[in-house]
Nanobody, 118 residues
Framework: QVQLVESGGGLVQPGGSLRLSCTDSRNIFSISAMGWYRQAPGKQRELVALITSSGSTNYIDSVKGRFTISRDNAQNTMYLQMNSLKPEDTAVYYC????????????WGQGTQVTVSS
């Protein structure tokens, strides 16, 4: 049974926008802080944005003012609205529990590829 599904990635020109979605069928979603992570080629996976169960958010400096994280606990769904995309945002984007040491069984979904290029 698929538990984590990320979608919404694609190829976009610099300055463009994408909206990523994450559906998490694990019964921990509504009580966990959740994050969007990304992994660029040759780099380690990094946290991009996080949102607590009550809706507080935090972002890494490089995406502040451009990305917006949100969640719908009733639908077990989380979103990442990405505006003013830059080539350095190119990566595979994943959603998961925050902090990562709390991820059950270290399970990750397939991720969704975001490519920013002209």
């Amino acid at each position: 049974q698929v538990q984590l599904v990320e979608s919404g990635g694609g190829l976009v020109q610099p300055g463009g926008s994408l909206r990523l979605s994450c559906t998490d069928s694990r019964n921990i979603f509504s009580i966990s802080a959740m994050g969007w992570y990304r992994q660029a080629p040759g780099k380690q996976r990094e946290l991009v944005a996080l949102i607590t169960s009550s809706g507080s958010t935090n972002y890494i400096d490089s995406v502040k003012g451009r990305f917006t994280i949100s969640r719908d606990n009733a639908q077990n769904t989380m979103y990442l609205q990405m505006n003013s995309l830059k080539p350095e945002d190119t990566a595979v984007y994943y959603c998961n529990v925050w902090p990562p040491h709390l991820i059950p069984y270290d399970y990750w979904g397939q991720g969704t590829q975001v490519t920013v290029s002209s």
